[in-house]
């Protein structure tokens, strides 16, 4: 009786998606002398990998992603006759390059850096009705934020001094503009998307009380 085969014993799989017995016909390709042979069985052996992903048949470049995990799994030392160019191991191994992450460490983190984006457009802005739109549409999503991170109120002062400090002096909301949308409005729209306000808390207890508890 032969004795039973850990996985945790065998090789690793270089695609485990195939299973071990795709590897092990693409092992016996690699000790397959007959260079003819090797094409026939290589044929085959992508002919079974694509009867595995039916569902891919109709995606482009289908059987090039074939051809190019079969010579991954041969470890990139299968000699055949392909129809796409032979991938390449270097170019398997070289690692991405790192992407650019924004650094910024802003003093008021609950604005977010978008904020601050749409604070450096607006000082470039030409002087005029726009710019005045813009500028007061940027202090309410700043009070908005406020809101949403911090307490459930707070005075346009706050607000406009941070505007005022975040443009370097340069961004004034028009008097004729102010007051900005009141902060119960802003909270209405919390609630009604049930962000944890306190009435919505109140519901849900009140829904869990009748429940039976074992």
Not at 178 to 183: G, N
Not at 200 to 210: A, F, I, P, W, Y
Request: net charge positive; aromatic share 8%; charged share 30%.
């Amino acid at each position: 009786m032969e004795t039973l085969q850990y996985n945790t014993k065998r090789s690793q799989l270089i695609i485990p998606e195939y299973g071990r017995h795709v590897q092990l016909m693409i092992n016996q390709i690699l000790e397959t002398q007959n260079r003819e042979e090797r094409n026939k069985m290589a044929k085959a052996v992508i002919g079974a990998m694509g009867n595995m992903n039916p569902h891919l048949r109709d995606v482009p470049d289908f059987q090039h992603k074939l051809w190019d995990q079969l010579f991954i799994m041969s470890n990139f030392e299968l000699d055949v006759d392909s129809p796409f160019e032979k991938p390449k191991k270097e170019v398997l191994n070289q690692k991405p390059d790192r992407l650019g992450y924004p650094q910024r460490n802003p003093k008021y983190r609950f604005y977010g850096n978008n904020i601050k984006s749409m604070i450096n457009v607006a000082i470039n802005w030409e002087e005029g009705d726009l710019k005045n739109a813009l500028v007061y549409n940027i202090a309410n999503h700043m009070k908005k934020c406020f809101l949403n991170w911090n307490k459930d109120t707070v005075e346009d002062e706050v607000i406009l001094n941070h505007l005022l400090e975040l443009s370097d002096n340069k961004l004034i909301v028009r008097e004729e503009d102010l007051p900005l949308t009141d902060a119960s409005e802003f909270l209405k729209i919390r609630s009604k998307n049930g962000n944890g306000s306190k009435n919505n808390q109140k519901h849900r207890n009140k829904r869990n009380n009748g429940r039976k508890r074992y």
